[in-house]
């Protein structure tokens, strides 16, 4: 299965003629995402569940359609960009896909990504699923870093890989329609666990005299040069060697975890984000992994 998980940059349609197309979907992303492909002079027909979202789009050229299988009718290439895989559900009941090519925006998880290649295979359409790694003020915009990786049929994605890298550079990452959502939510988990990460340092640091600008510096700084630990734990799962290369075994670390914990204690520090994570390094050190990195933690977590 062919993977390209790296985004192309935006292009824009190289075509003598502007690919037509439908959006479905006019929230603020897929508003951004209407802005974008009008302003690239794409032929644009919208659809929106509060019609009034569509006024603004129709001075810049946007077809406003009725209903959704109006909207469907009116071009070969159909984006959808709604609130969940529910309304994507209710949106597309009753509606004729048959011979169209399907690209689902909607933030969903992998199963639910697959449930729609399905619906959309019996239907006859092509199907490809979408994840967004932006904000909708960074769709459009030159240099702001907005990306979409895209799984389900490659040959759709090179079908209109040019009219879909115009709001968003692209990336490819397989056949399985489920890969867009997972590589998208794997993402979002690890921000999640950094935010966190954020969010308890600056709070060992509040009530003290210590600007909270200049630990950001450093901070940033930190995560920075602790990033490419990604690279080592990818490099160990696909060896199976989790003592390669390490410099602080997990051993190492569990012995370390207390002066986190006082370190708390001092500052009236809440540890619940940070006693999950050292719960799993216990119960990995105590099945005799102490000379391993904590790649080792991620068999736990999937065991």
């Known amino acids: 299965m062919e993977s390209n998980p790296s985004p192309t940059d935006p292009r ?20 951004a995402l209407a802005r974008g492909w009008l302003a690239a002079g794409h032929p644009l027909t919208v659809w929106n569940r509060t019609p009034s979202r569509a006024e603004p789009l ?20 159909v984006v959808v960009c709604l609130l969940d ?10 509606v004729d896909p048959a011979g169209k090519d399907l690209v689902d925006l909607t933030t969903g998880t992998p199963a639910e990504a697959r449930v729609g290649a399905a619906w ?16 909708p003020p960074m769709i459009g915009v030159p240099g702001a870093g907005a990306s979409v990786l895209y799984s389900g049929s490659r040959e759709l994605f090179e079908a209109h ?13 397989g056949t399985d329609p489920g890969f867009a959502a997972l590589h ?5 988990s690890a921000m999640t666990s950094m935010f966190a990460g954020i969010s308890h340092a600056f709070a060992l640091i509040r009530g003290e005299d210590i600007a909270p600008g200049a630990f950001a510096a450093l901070l940033t700084d930190w995560l920075v040069a602790m990033a490419p630990a990604a690279h080592r734990a990818a490099a160990q799962l696909e060896s199976g060697d989790y003592r390669s290369g390490v410099a602080s075994t997990l051993a190492m670390q569990v012995a370390g975890a207390p002066t986190l914990l006082r370190t ?24 005799g992994h102490g000379d391993e990195s904590t790649t080792g933690l991620i068999d736990l977590l999937t065991a």
């Not at 824009?12 to 508003?31: E, H, I, R, V």
């Not at 984000?273 to 799993?280: D, E, G, T, V």
């Open 184 to 188: 998208d939510v794997a993402l979002l």
């Open 85 to 94: 895989p529910a309304s994507v559900r209710t949106t597309l009941a009753g």
């Open 161 to 173: 890989r040019d009219t879909l890298a115009v709001p968003a550079a692209t990336g490819y990452v």
């Open 58 to 77: 129709t001075a810049a050229g946007a077809t406003v359609a009725a209903t959704a299988a109006e909207a469907v009718a009116a071009a070969d290439l």
């Open 12 to 31: 824009g349609s190289d075509t003598a003629t502007p690919t037509p197309l439908a959006l479905l979907g006019l929230g603020a992303m897929g508003g």
């Open 264 to 287: 708390a204690a001092e500052q009236g520090v809440s540890t619940e984000l940070l006693l999950p994570y050292l719960a799993l390094m216990e119960r990995r050190l105590a099945d």
């Open 120 to 135: 959309a295979a019996e239907r006859g359409a092509r199907f490809l699923a979408g994840g967004v790694l932006a904000i």
